[in-house]
């Protein structure tokens, strides 16, 4: 009997697909396997590659006992292709085949529209990863080494994942888009990734934290209504995925929170009271909430613009055909087909910023993000707490979202944090005050020098509370190569 | 007089400060007993069954925190939650219960404290231990497991019947570390007509199964002339199925330090941690004979004692462990011609030795056997301490804190 809980091993690509059977896409995976070690080897420094880090690895996807924990040599992880146990008799979610039997075979009038979607998510994955290559050399800790690194293997397996079906689904050109996931590259000038926050560096750990906070959010959400798909394969990837994105939020989320917490705490031991009085704070070595909040505002933004027009046929076209579905599709209550229901959008009229009504099919797009900017407040209020615990008079705050857009209705239109319309010599005047400017990274970028003793670290963040895996305080999470 | 004070529960809680609200877990819970409100993630305590499988999902570890309560909080109680309520003060032998479970149901947690009682106090886990998972399969929820094979380990003339049982999960998950028991609940009734409860083995298979990759798991069991469940055990055959509950015990583990030395001390079947540790070491080392590409490697010694060769179990694998991975002294107190010899004698034999591995901070001790090998054992870690004046009792008690000293006896 196929085993379609646990990994089987019995191919060189772990799988619970029952590859071994499956010749044709083994082939094809095969041929594919040694461009993505390459890609690997080339991307992550030397030293780090013969480093033995403490990772998690996905062995099967009963949640009993999903993932195992180890010291692993990252070019020996083994990525393998998991998908979520087969529901009994899923139905199609949302659209117009709302009801019907999920597709187990890719519906041939929306091939095209499927293979989009997974090359552009596939996209997403390789290239964070080449964002983030050179973030090991600066690590605030061993710690937060071995989480980069997590994250890093990771969505090296969820390239994997959406390379399979690809090539279990597409044929020959599959495989070519499989190809090009491996030869784009992030930042470069002749290929460069699919999306505008994927090309964008990480310089620096606050912006790593930003970015697994932020733009990974985005990535869960997509996923998230990924996992609705009629395209059952497709969802049943997507399930299995969101398991292991939960971590890179988390990254995210306590990340910010121990830069706020060092910085309040560093204040409060120099008896500064107020949060604008930058100098005195920076001098101290750790990075001021105004500074904090520009990283925000940046990453926020950035990551808005990756849900697309707030109107789109394209998005209504994806849900009205039940490949992608909204953030909890399941448990919403209403006819899964919006053939009259409206949702308000934000529009532009006559240069005004107003709300509107527009058919609730062609805001999709504007629908999850509006869950994902719920999503992201959360932990913009737990950041707070920290804040108002350490009693210093300071509240961080997602900006509107007109402010600094490149897609979408506010594209390129000058509007303050607070959604108000400026002039162009208004608002270039007081954008450094709202966005991270070059000598706010310059100083960012002063504090990043690695700490790699095993329970130290650097002096601009606070130490987790709790270690991964509930590890003590100093776990040895990266055993260094240092040759 | 005061009204009979409530037994205590043990409620499952989620620290409110660590949690991020990915809600991996409420989708997990196939019991729905997981739910959240703009403030916290909670659990609701009349619905949870303790089935664990929101555990390993949770990315902050927030979910995996206990408290023993007279009275469980309610799940709005748990909505108004800034941080995580102290654990109240309900006597130290029931708050205990809740940090370093060794197991949920009551009983098996007996049975294991009682097997750890040598220590001389609450036993620890090292500190670089894995996780373990406990309580993943209960008496109610069972896991069938399917014996894969069940070979004799003694010499048919030894008069001990020792058998390796190696079971398979088809396919089910049974995190297992190296140092933990699975119970086997034997068929039939008792006398009053209720179900047997199960019997408790370690297992002596390491973490990535007894064959690696595969999740089954080994025993080591000893056909007892009255013992109910070793001689159904002991006659199990290929292919026959038993109902498997746990994985138990949360404190006799492997520090996961190529560093950390062993110090391991057994008779008979106490072999089988010993036997899990080893392999998993030889495993994750990777290579036979050290460390990780020269990394550290603390070394193993090991003092085994038997009647007679014949009737030590694993006797011919473990000749194959070369003496640098494994530094072996079998000892044995039954040969014709020959003076008896026991553990302790050996250890005396080999003070010099023994105590170097006291004096390093990097050493971890652990002794599984008869409980009657706990004496002699204590005696010559005394006379060896105390001749390099050294108090034993200080610093056993000081290992134990440290989660270096583990005794499991029976």
Known sequence: MLDLINVSYDTQIPNNVGL???????????????????WWNDLIPDNFQQSLVYLRTAVSVDPKGWAKFDYVKMPEYRWGILLAPQAEDRRIPCGEHAGQPAWQEVPGEYRNMLKRLIVIQGDTEPASVEQQRFLGLTAPSLYDLRNLFQVNVEEGRHLWAMVYLLHKYFGADGREEADDL??????????????????EETPDWLSFFMFTYFTDRDGKMQLESLAQSGFDPLSRTCRFMLTEEAHHMFVGETGVGRVIERTCQVMKENGIDDPHDIDRIRALGVIDL??????????YTLSLDLFGQEVSTNAANAFNAGIKGRYMEHRLDDDHKLQSATYMVWDLEDGKVVRKEVPALTAINMR????????????????????????????????????NRAIGVFANGRFDPTGRRLGEAEYDAARAGWLPSKAD???????MKPQYEPGQFAGWIAPPKVGIDNKPGDYEYVKLHMA | MNAPLKTPVKQHVIDPEICIRCYTCEMTCELEAITHDDNNVVVDAGKCNYCMSCIPVCPTGSIDNWRMVPDPYSIEEQFGWEELPAQQDLGTAVAGAAEDAEAIDDAVARLLDEAHRGAGGKARAPVSAAKPTVNLYTLGHPVEAVVQGNYRLTHDDSGSDVRHIILGFEGRPFPVLEGQTLGIIPPGTDAQGSPHLPRLYSVSSPRDGERPGYGNVSLTV????????????????????VRVTGPFGATFLLPDDPAARLLMICTGTGSAPMRAFTMRRQRALGRADGGPDGGP???????????????LPYFGPLKKVPQSVLRQHLVFSRIPGASREYVQDRMMAERDAVAELLSDPDTHIYICGLKGMEDGVEKA????????GTRWDALRDAMREQGRYHVETY
């Open chain 1, 182 to 199: 491996l030869r784009r590259q992030s930042g470069s000038e002749e290929a460069p990734r699919m999306l505008g926050a994927f090309n």
């Open chain 1, 20 to 38: 071994s059977s499956d010749k044709r896409v083994l082939k094809a995976l095969e041929k594919w396997h040694p461009g993505y070690i390459n």
């Open chain 1, 441 to 447: 990274g310059d100083f960012i970028q002063s504090l």
């Open chain 2, 381 to 388: 870690f005394a006379s060896i301490a105390e001749s390099g």
């Open chain 1, 290 to 299: 105004p500074t904090i909040q520009k990283k925000l505002n940046l990453h």
């Open chain 2, 222 to 241: 000893k056909r007892e002339a009255q013992g109910l469940c070793s001689n159904y055990v002991c006659d199990l055959k290929k292919g026959d199925r």
């Open chain 2, 297 to 311: 490697d603390g070394g193993m010694t090991m003092f085994f004692g038997a009647r007679t060769p014949e009737s």
């Open chain 1, 368 to 403: 999850l993000r509006d869950d994902y900017t719920r999503d992201a407040s959360g932990g913009v209020g737990r950041w707070n707490k920290i804040i108002d615990k350490a009693g210093i008079q300071f509240q961080l705050v997602l900006p509107h979202e007109s402010f």
